[in-house]
């Protein structure tokens, strides 16, 4: 799960980066408050490829796909790509975990010496 979904958060974390060139161009608002919002959620999305495996590390990333669902508000395009990522999100948490739960199923066990004697 964890590469999936940290392959979805750095794609997500350049997409930031470029709406917020958008935004500080577009929107009216100071280039200091869009980078400081940009800047902090592009961190947030290269902190949380490490974190995706702990406890709650899903369900911030979620919250991070809202947000980026949110910032449609200054950008509107952001709408649509927002939906995309959350797409992506999701496809990520749901068929990683399947691969995890797979490859879980399937590990052989490390021969022990003691019982492998004849």
Sequence with gaps: MRTLCASTLIGEAFVIGLAG??????????????WAVCGSAM????????L????GGVAVGWALQAGL???G???PLMYVLG???????????????????FKRQHEQ????????AP
């Design 21 to 34: 060139l958008v935004a500080m161009n577009l929107s009216g608002y100071p280039a200091s408050t869009v």
């Design 43 to 50: 961190v947030l999305c290269v902190l949380l490829c490490g």
């Design 52 to 55: 995706v495996t702990r406890p």
């Design 69 to 71: 669902v949110v910032s």
């Design 73 to 75: 508000i200054v950008v």
């Design 83 to 101: 939906v995309a990522f959350a797409a992506l999100w999701w496809t990520a948490v749901h068929f990683g975990r399947k691969i995890d739960d």
């Design 109 to 116: 066990p490390a021969a022990d010496p003691v019982t492998a």
